[in-house]
């Protein structure tokens, strides 16, 4: 299996404030890498995938960067819809997808 | 617009089974890979199953393979999860979610999910 650590795994910040979530896959992933953002008592929602493209809609203030094992999302100037908890997500198999464990990002 | 609605979860006792079934519609069904995940109460996503959009590759993860089988009717628009010898910690919500393409070679991200469906195993 491929395991996924996300860094931290809570994160207290304010409004108006930059953050940047890592996400690290024990082997080589390339780019099959995607972010999810869920709000309580919702499903997830697709923010980024192939490791830095934006969804369609998803804000300009998030973005996303890495290959090979190492990944970020950074979300500049945080607005308040932005607390939630945030997921990443490795596709390089359909037999083997995995999620990240979760970063719980709250306002301070 | 996109809409997928999961239903058929409820309460079950332990070793039980559940079949769970996921209406897709504003799309078009049979041209795109369909996924399971799952959520236990306050934890975070599981993968636990895929079909590619004919139906002809499906995998389950390790931890339900053998229990959980996935299934879909393109006639009908609809995804299936079959759930048999049910334990309490198969107690989750339970998302169907749309990959971005047919499912062939490398995974899609999932581009549309459900509302979910909350299956409790419990005597």
């Known amino acids: 299996d491929i395991q996924l650590t996300q860094s931290p795994s809570f994160l207290s910040a304010s409004v108006g404030d930059r953050v940047t979530i890592t996400c690290r896959a024990s082997?080589?992933?390339?780019?099959?890498l995607a972010w999810y953002q869920q709000k309580p008592q919702t499903a997830p929602k697709l923010l980024v995938f192939a490791a830095s493209t934006l969804q369609s809609g998803v804000p300009s203030r998030f973005s996303a960067y890495g290959s090979g094992t190492e990944f970020t999302l950074t979300i500049n100037s945080l607005q308040p819809e932005d607390f939630a908890t945030y997921y990443c997500?490795?596709?390089?198999?359909?037999?083997?997808?995995?999620f990240g464990q979760g970063t719980r990002l709250d306002i301070k | 617009q996109v809409q997928l609605v999961e239903s058929g979860g409820g309460v079950v006792q332990p070793g039980g089974s559940l079949r769970l079934s996921c209406e897709a519609s504003g799309f078009a069904f049979g041209s795109f890979g369909m996924h399971w995940v799952r959520q236990a109460p306050g934890k975070g996503l599981e993968w636990l199953a895929f079909?590619?959009?004919?139906?002809?590759?499906?995998y389950e993860a390790v931890s339900v393979k053998g229990r959980f089988t996935i299934s879909r009717d393109n006639s009908e628009n609809t995804l299936f999860l079959q759930m048999s010898d049910l334990r309490p910690e198969d107690t989750a919500t339970y998302y169907c979610?749309?990959?971005?393409?047919?499912?062939?070679?490398?995974?899609?991200?999932?581009?549309?999910w459900g509302q979910g469906t909350l299956v409790t195993v419990t005597s």
């Open positions: 997500q490795q596709l390089k198999s359909h037999s083997l997808i995995t």
């Open positions: 979610a749309k990959e971005s393409g047919p499912g062939i070679g490398v995974a899609g991200p999932f581009d549309h």
């Open positions: 082997q080589d992933i390339s780019v099959y």
């Open positions: 079909i590619q959009y004919d139906g002809d590759k499906k």
